[in-house]
C-alpha cells in the first residue's frame, strides 16, 4: 500500500484526485499508476483501470486472476466493472469511499475475487481530505 500511496501523492502533486493504485504478481509490482483524468483529459483514466492495463499487457492476458490490485480508495463502479472483468484475484483498498465507492451501490467483485479493506487507512483518507480541503479554500 505504501507504493499505492507514493502513487497517490505523485496525484496530489499534478492536482488530479490523489489516488493511486498498484498491482502484484507473485508479491512483485508489475504495474503503478495514478489518476490522470485532467492529464489526459479522459474520465476513463482512473489509477485502477491505468494499472489494470498495464498489469494484462505486462502479463500479456486480459484475465489477471493471479493478482493483487492495491489502491488507497475504494474502487468508483466504473472500475469495479473493470476489475470485475478483469477476474482479479484480490482487491486490498485503503480507505472507503462512502460517495462513490462500490460498497455502496449495487457494483460487485468478480464472486472469485477477494477483498480487504482499511490497509493504511488512515494514511489514504489524509491524502484525499487535504487535496479537497485545499479545493474549496
Do not use: W
Not at 495514478?34 to 483514466?45: S, Y
Not at 472507503?96 to 449495487?106: A, E, H, I, M
Request: proline share 3%; with cysteine.
Amino acid at each position: 500500500m505504501a507504493i499505492a500511496i507514493e502513487e497517490a501523492l505523485i496525484a496530489f502533486h499534478k492536482n488530479e484526485v490523489p489516488i493511486g493504485a498498484i498491482i502484484t504478481y507473485n508479491n512483485v509490482v508489475i504495474a503503478r499508476a495514478h489518476n490522470l483524468t485532467e492529464t489526459f483529459k479522459n474520465i476513463t483514466a482512473h489509477a485502477e483501470i491505468l494499472v489494470i492495463n498495464l498489469a494484462s499487457y505486462y502479463l500479456g492476458k486480459k484475465y489477471i486472476k493471479e493478482c493483487t490490485l492495491y489502491v488507497t480508495i475504494e474502487p468508483c463502479i466504473m472500475c469495479t466493472g473493470a476489475l470485475f472483468f478483469s477476474q482479479i484475484g484480490r482487491v486490498v483498498c485503503g480507505a472507503p469511499n462512502l460517495k462513490r465507492g462500490f460498497l455502496y451501490t449495487s457494483a460487485k467483485l468478480h464472486p472469485k475475487t477477494k477483498f480487504l479493506s482499511g490497509i493504511m487507512k488512515n494514511k489514504c483518507q489524509d491524502i484525499i481530505k487535504k487535496f479537497f480541503f485545499l479545493k474549496r479554500i
